[in-house]
C-alpha cells in the first residue's frame, strides 16, 4: 500500500509537462525582486569595484532559486501554504511574520521607489511622485485579477529587458574583465556591497510570495513542480541577466572613468547625465523610461504578492481552516494590506522616521531571510510533505549554507543598526 501510494506520488509530479507559454508566476518574481534600488545598488558596485563582485551577483540568483522554489514546491506538495507550515512549527512564527510583515509594509510603502519617475519628471519633488507611485499600486491591484496583473508585468520585464540589456550592450563590455569577475575574489572595502548583492538581489520576502502566485495561476499538485522549476528557473536567469547588465554599466561606463556613483536620486540623476553626455538625450531617457518601469512593476508586485501574504496570515490567525492561497486575492484582508501599504506610509515622507521604528524594522528584516531558509529546511524534510518533493542533499547543501549566509548578512546589518 505504501508503496503504491509513492509510486501514485512520483507519477502524479510528472503529469503536467511545461510549457513555455504556461510561464507566468516566475516573471512576476523576477519583476518584482529586482527593484530601482536593488540596480541602483548593483549600479554603484560596478562604479567602485568594476567586475569584482559578479560572482556575488551570480551567487545571489543561485540561493534566491533555491528559496523562492522551496516555497512554492511546498505549497504544491502539500496543497497548503508556507504559512500553514510556519504554523505546524509553532505559534511563534505566526507571531513573527506578523509583526514583521506589518512593520516591513509601513516602511516599504514609504520608500516605494520613485526615483526613477523623479528624474525623469522633475517638475514634481520625490515625495509627490512616491505617492503617486504608491495609489498607482494601490488601484491597479485593487481593480485587477492575477490574470491581468501577470499580463502587466510580463510587458513591464519586456521593456526592463529591452532596455538594461541593450545599454549593457552599448558600452561595450570588455569581456575577460567580465569573465575575471567570476574568481570570487573579495576587495578591501567591499563586504556592505558583497553581502548586499547576494541577500537583496531577487528580492527578499517576496521570495516566499512565490509559492502564492503559483497557486493563484491555477498550478495545484504536486504534477505542476517540474513546470514550477523551469518558470523560477526562468525567474532568475532573467533576474541574473538585469543584475549583470547593471554591473557592466557601472563597470564599463563609471568604473573605467573613475567616476563614484553616489546612492539615491543624485546618483540616478548623475548616471543619466553621463549617458546623455556620451550617447545623446534619447539613450538617457530610454535609460530612465526602464528604470521607471522597473520601479513600478516592483511596486505592483509587492502590493499584490504581500497582500496575499497577509491576507493569509489573517486568516490563519483566526483560525480559517482553507489554506488554498487563490481563494485570498480581493478578500477584505487583501484589501486592507492595500491600503495599510499606501496611505498610512505617506505621513514618513514629510517626516523624519521615528527612530525606534527604523530599527525594529531593520532587526525583523534582517532577520527574515534566515527565518525563511531555516524554516524551509524542516519543513521540506518532514513527512507532512510526499516523499517525491521532498529536498535532496543538494537542496539542504544550498538552503543550508543560505542559512548561513543570511546569518551573517543579519549580524551585519544589525551591526550597523547599534553602531
Known sequence: MGKQTMNNQASA????????????????????????????????????????????????????????????????????????????????????????????????????????????????????????????????????RYETFETVMKIMVGVMFVVMVGLAILVTPDLPDLLSGLTFSLPDGALFYTLGLIGGVGGTVTTAAYGYWVQVKGWKGASWIPLMRIDNAAAYIVTGIFVVAMLIV?????????I?????????????????????????????????????????????????????WYYHAKGDSDDMSST????????????????????????????????????FGALFMPFLAITLILLLNSRTVPEPARNGWMANLVLGGSSILFILLAGQQLWQLLH
Request: with cysteine; proline share 4%; charged share 10%.
Open 13 to 144: 509530479m510528472q503529469q503536467v509537462r511545461p510549457n513555455w507559454r504556461q510561464i507566468g508566476p516566475g516573471i512576476v518574481v523576477a519583476a518584482t525582486g529586482v527593484g530601482a534600488g536593488d540596480l541602483v545598488a548593483t549600479l554603484i558596485a560596478g562604479s567602485r569595484f568594476g567586475y569584482t563582485l559578479l560572482w556575488a551577483a551570480i551567487l545571489g540568483c543561485i540561493v534566491k532559486i533555491a528559496l523562492s522554489e522551496g516555497s512554492a514546491r511546498y505549497h504544491l506538495a502539500t496543497g497548503s501554504t508556507i504559512l500553514a507550515g510556519w504554523k505546524s512549527l509553532g505559534r511563534w512564527t505566526g507571531w513573527y511574520f506578523g509583526i514583521y510583515v506589518i512593520l516591513w509594509g509601513f516602511l516599504y510603502g514609504a520608500t516605494a521607489i520613485a526615483l526613477p519617475l523623479a528624474a525623469l519628471f522633475p517638475v514634481l519633488p520625490f515625495p509627490i511622485w512616491a505617492i503617486l507611485t504608491g495609489l498607482t499600486g494601490f488601484t491597479f491591484v485593487l481593480f485587477n
Open 250 to 258: 557601472g563597470a564599463e561606463l563609471l568604473y573605467s572613468a573613475g
Open 260 to 312: 563614484a556613483l553616489q546612492s539615491g536620486e543624485d546618483g540616478l540623476l548623475d548616471l543619466s547625465r553621463i549617458l546623455e553626455e556620451r550617447f545623446g538625450l534619447v539613450v538617457a531617457t530610454v535609460f530612465l523610461i526602464g528604470f521607471a518601469a522597473t520601479a513600478l512593476s516592483s511596486v505592483f508586485g509587492v502590493w499584490h504578492g504581500m497582500s496575499l501574504f497577509f491576507a493569509d
Open 328 to 363: 485570498r486575492e480581493q478578500t477584505p484582508a487583501f484589501r486592507a494590506y492595500l491600503l495599510w501599504l499606501t496611505f498610512p506610509p505617506m505621513a514618513l515622507l514629510f517626516a523624519d522616521r521615528p527612530f525606534l521604528l527604523v530599527v525594529a524594522y531593520g532587526a
